[in-house]
């Protein structure tokens, strides 16, 4: 069964900074890894969607990279805004039997970027 | 393109009354699904649906169910709503479940007293 796990559950940070959120994985065997933001009381939006083939995948300040083999996905965000404040959520996929290509989801990293 | 539309957005149940969350995806795709997000937990499957015509079940399907008559709606029917039941749902769809993103709806709260 997969698990994933985002570190850390939150973070606070001044504009401006760069930062890295990571998430891992217990099940290598996936297709690909999809990052979200999620604003609170709205539901989630794609940031980034990376293949298993692939290392990294930007998308204008974010970046996203996969190493497969060892279960792990960083988001990094350069020179952050406060409106990047939203909690951010990794899922990676696989074929969890049938035509079930299962996105599990971690808990989240609740990011705040102060002003 | 609207993308993924939900209705309602906020309801209130009684314990063992019954309701239909609606689902409609404008983008064509194939693909539909629904979630529940618990306070502080990840989102679980609860359905997914292939096709018009051909849906399955996820990890939490007890007390659910759906059906997929044509490719635009999924809806999510609670019959006998329980307490266990208060969550928020989001549907999500996507043209190919292996390349491609999936899409989110807005979600709908729901709270069974």
């Known amino acids: 069964k997969q698990e994933v796990t985002q570190i850390p559950a939150a973070l606070s940070v001044p504009e401006g900074e760069n930062l890295v959120l990571n998430c891992s994985f217990t099940d290598s065997a996936i297709y690909n890894l999809q990052w979200f933001r999620q604003d609170p009381g709205k539901g989630l939006t794609s940031l980034l969607l990376i293949q298993s083939s692939q290392r990294e995948q930007t998308s204008g300040r974010l970046n996203a990279s996969l190493d497969k083999s060892s279960g792990r996905s960083t988001l990094y965000i350069a020179a952050s805004q406060p409106g990047d404040s939203a909690t951010y959520l990794c899922a990676p996929r696989r074929n969890s039997g049938g035509s079930n290509y299962k996105l599990t989801f971690g808990k989240g990293t609740l990011l705040t970027v102060n002003p | 393109n609207a993308g993924v539309t939900q209705t309602p957005k906020f309801r209130i149940l009684k314990i063992g009354q019954s309701m239909t969350l609606q689902c409609t995806q404008d983008?064509?795709?194939?693909?539909m699904y629904w979630y529940r997000q618990d306070p502080g937990m990840g989102l679980k499957l609860i359905y997914y649906s292939v096709g018009a015509g051909i849906t399955d079940k996820g990890e939490v399907p007890n007390g659910y169910n759906v059906s997929r008559s044509t490719t635009e709606d999924f809806p999510l029917r609670l019959e006998l709503a329980a307490p266990s039941q208060t969550s928020v749902y989001f549907c999500a769809s996507s043209y190919n479940p292996v390349s491609y993103e999936q899409y989110f709806g807005p979600g709908t709260r729901l709270t069974v007293t």
């Open positions: 983008m064509n795709h194939n693909y």
